[in-house]
């Protein structure tokens, strides 16, 4: 155990060094929304801004200059510091919060997590009377979160390969565009930058402001849905917003390393992917049920074509994990009890695709593991001489070995126990069973859909609770388990 547990001092260093240079970083993009509220007037904003980037680049030029490189991480090292560095940064990213006096200091660290993971439950009693200036800096987060706190550091990084393959790796992401981790961290950047553009303008043209556009692309694209009013999405009452909400949804939840490969030309490469053949059924499939169950409830009036474009929306929000909405959480609670609710807490779950912005399980791992009870069923059918080719086409033809169904069985089984303790904890609150399956899921799966059960008069060990399941659900549990047996154990050590 002590030799699983054990970090040498060089890589603690080194940890720190990391650390440092990604909270000068965050400081400096906490610079950016003092130009909205320079914009739009919002001057009271500017301070509590200032005064969290001066915190922000002080702490991290101390810890820069303070700790060296001393030693190359392992992937054990590294796996603490991606998990360390999202606590980090979220402690650091409430400050403007809690500064500005709009939240207390728990729930603008509740915000930030929310942002930073892509989930998408807000703290804010009434968004409709939130700042512009707060609303950009809660996009933005999102937006980073999306492409990821350490990929986002990468591209500029000056590090030994060796340090940035391993913190690629730690944070969740273990597929290479090009050869060069740094180069494919930068390849990432470039796509995510030119989906963003594309976003801001369609929604623009849909009939969205500037400002709105800006925002609503950072949080779908992002897959975090964070919005702007109450009534998200469903604000605008219009069909082409909800178009390309969908398109950029689906963009973001679909794996970087296809993306690059359809924008390079090959793009029947999307229609073999594993990832494909198991999103679009799901896709479609619950779309379908959905929509056949609110069509046979009162509340759209028994008009199909409308109940099939609340579905559409809602099932998409869920299947990517973005967490965007055009049915109220009053509504999700009330008119899509029982079958609807149902299907998008099963979706949630099930999540988006790897290497994507989006969170749960992954269509990869559900897609292996249907693929593995075909593979069982032939092996008892043909003739043990018989040779069963047991791969997948992800991006590129892949063998699955033992291994690989071993890591993807004891994934899923450590996901869905973090899903039940946690429905046990939350359910000590409140009663409402099938709400609580709900929100829980959206909560682990990075959702942030919501049935209207997380507000800010919230217990606080709910809210410490969802602020866990985020994080859990961000960083794939794994690094999170080294980074606690880490901690227990030199804590029983000392």
Same mark, same amino acid.
């Given at each position: 155990?002590?030799?699983?547990?054990?970090?040498?001092?060089?890589?603690?260093?080194?940890?720190?060094?990391?650390?440092? #240079?990604?909270?000068?970083?965050?400081?400096?993009?906490?610079?950016?929304?003092?130009? =909205?509220?320079?914009?739009?007037?919002?001057?009271?904003?500017?301070?509590?801004?200032?005064?969290?980037?001066?915190?922000?680049?002080?702490?991290?030029?101390?810890?820069?200059r303070l700790f060296k490189k001393?030693?190359?991480?392992?992937?054990? *090292?590294?796996?603490?510091?991606?998990?360390?560095?999202?606590?980090?940064?979220?402690?650091?990213?409430?400050?403007? #919060?809690?500064?500005?006096?709009?939240?207390?200091?728990?729930?603008?660290?509740?915000?930030?997590?929310?942002?930073?993971? &892509?989930?998408?439950?807000?703290?804010? /009693?009434?968004?409709?009377?939130?700042?512009?200036?707060?609303?950009?800096?809660?996009?933005?987060?999102?937006?980073?979160?999306?492409?990821?706190?350490?990929?986002?550091?990468?591209?500029?990084?000056?590090?030994?390969?060796?340090?940035?393959?391993?913190?690629?790796?730690? %944070?969740?992401?273990?597929?290479?565009?090009?050869?060069?981790?740094?180069?494919?961290?930068?390849?990432?950047?470039?796509?995510?930058?030119?989906?963003?553009?594309?976003?801001?303008?369609?929604?623009?043209?849909?009939?969205?402001?500037?400002?709105?556009?800006?925002?609503?692309?950072?949080?779908?694209?992002?897959?975090?849905? #964070?919005?702007?009013?109450?009534?998200?999405?469903?604000?605008?009452?219009?069909?082409?917003?909800?178009?390309?909400?969908?398109?950029?949804?689906?963009?973001?939840?679909?794996?970087?390393?296809?993306?690059? /490969?359809?924008?390079?030309?090959?793009?029947?490469?999307?229609?073999?992917?594993? %990832?494909?053949?198991?999103?679009?059924?799901?896709?479609?499939?619950?779309?379908?049920?959905?929509?056949?169950?609110?069509?046979?409830?009162?509340?759209?009036?028994?008009?199909?074509?409308?109940?099939?474009?609340?579905?559409?929306?809602?099932?998409?929000?869920?299947? /990517?994990?973005?967490?965007?909405? &055009? *049915?109220?959480?009053?509504?999700?609670?009330?008119?899509?009890?029982?079958?609807?609710?149902?299907?998008?807490?099963?979706?949630?779950?099930?999540?988006?695709?790897?290497?994507?912005?989006?969170?749960?399980?992954?269509?990869?791992?559900?897609?292996?593991?249907?693929?593995?009870?075909?593979?069982?069923?032939?092996?008892?059918?043909?003739?043990?001489?018989?040779?069963?080719?047991?791969?997948?086409?992800?991006?590129?033809?892949?063998?699955?070995?033992?291994?690989?169904?071993?890591? &993807?069985?004891?994934?899923?089984?450590?996901?869905?126990?973090?899903?039940?303790?946690?429905?046990?904890?939350?359910?000590?609150?409140?009663?409402?069973?099938?709400?609580?399956?709900?929100?829980?899921?959206?909560?682990?799966?990075?959702?942030?859909?919501?049935?209207?059960?997380? /507000?800010?008069? *919230?217990? =606080?060990?709910?809210?410490?609770?969802?602020?866990?399941?985020?994080?859990v659900g961000r960083l794939e549990?794994?690094?999170?388990?080294?980074?606690?047996?880490?901690?227990?154990?030199?804590?029983?050590?000392?």
């Open positions: 155990m002590h030799a699983v547990n054990k970090v040498r001092v060089g890589e603690i260093r080194s940890i720190f060094h990391y650390t440092g #240079f990604i909270c000068v970083l965050l400081g400096l993009l906490m610079l950016v929304p003092i130009v =909205v509220a320079l914009i739009y007037g919002e001057n009271r904003y500017i301070l509590p801004f200032i005064y969290s980037a001066i915190i922000s680049i002080v702490i991290g030029f101390i810890l820069y001393d030693a190359d991480l392992s992937l054990k *090292s590294s796996m603490v510091f991606s998990t360390g560095i999202w606590l980090v940064a979220c402690a650091l990213s409430a400050l403007p #919060f809690y500064f500005s006096g709009d939240l207390t200091y728990l729930d603008g660290y509740f915000e930030a997590m929310s942002g930073y993971t &892509t989930t998408g439950f807000s703290m804010y /009693t009434n968004l409709d009377a939130a700042a512009y200036t707060m609303d950009f800096w809660r996009g933005f987060m999102q937006w980073m979160g999306g492409i990821g706190i350490i990929v986002l550091a990468l591209s500029i990084l000056s590090s030994p390969a060796v340090n940035i393959m391993r913190m690629y790796s730690a %944070e969740g992401r273990d597929e290479r565009i090009l050869p060069s981790i740094r180069h494919t961290a930068r390849i990432i950047l470039y796509i995510y930058v030119l989906y963003t553009v594309i976003g801001i303008i369609l929604f623009n043209l849909a009939g969205m402001p500037l400002f709105d556009s800006v925002f609503y692309t950072f949080s779908a694209l992002s897959t975090g849905g #964070f919005a702007m009013q109450n009534a998200s999405i469903a604000f605008y009452h219009n069909f082409s917003i909800e178009i390309v909400a969908i398109i950029v949804m689906i963009i973001g939840a679909t794996n970087f390393a296809l993306h690059y /490969t359809v924008l390079k030309g090959k793009w029947k490469e999307y229609f073999k992917d594993i %990832e494909t053949k198991v999103a679009w059924p799901l896709l479609i499939v619950g779309t379908l049920l959905v929509a056949i169950f609110l069509y046979n409830t009162p509340y759209y009036g028994h008009d199909f074509l409308l109940s099939l474009r609340y579905s559409v929306f809602q099932v998409v929000s869920a299947l /990517t994990t973005t967490g965007l909405q &055009t *049915s109220s959480g009053a509504e999700i609670n009330n008119h899509y009890a029982g079958m609807g609710i149902f299907i998008l807490t099963l979706l949630m779950i099930i999540g988006a695709g790897s290497c994507s912005t989006g969170g749960g399980i992954k269509w990869i791992r559900i897609g292996i593991m249907v693929k593995s009870i075909w593979w069982e069923i032939k092996s008892f059918l043909l003739p043990k001489s018989a040779k069963i080719h047991r791969k997948i086409h992800h991006v590129k033809d892949i063998t699955v070995d033992s291994d690989i169904l071993r890591l &993807t069985g004891l994934f899923v089984f450590t996901y869905l126990f973090v899903y039940i303790v946690s429905v046990i904890i939350i359910l000590f609150y409140y009663q409402n069973v099938s709400q609580v399956l709900f929100e829980v899921a959206s909560a682990v799966g990075n959702v942030g859909l919501g049935s209207g059960l997380m /507000t800010a008069d *919230s217990p =606080v060990i709910a809210k410490l609770v969802f602020i866990a399941d985020f994080w549990i794994w690094p999170i388990m080294l980074f606690l047996a880490v901690i227990i154990r030199n804590t029983v050590r000392k």
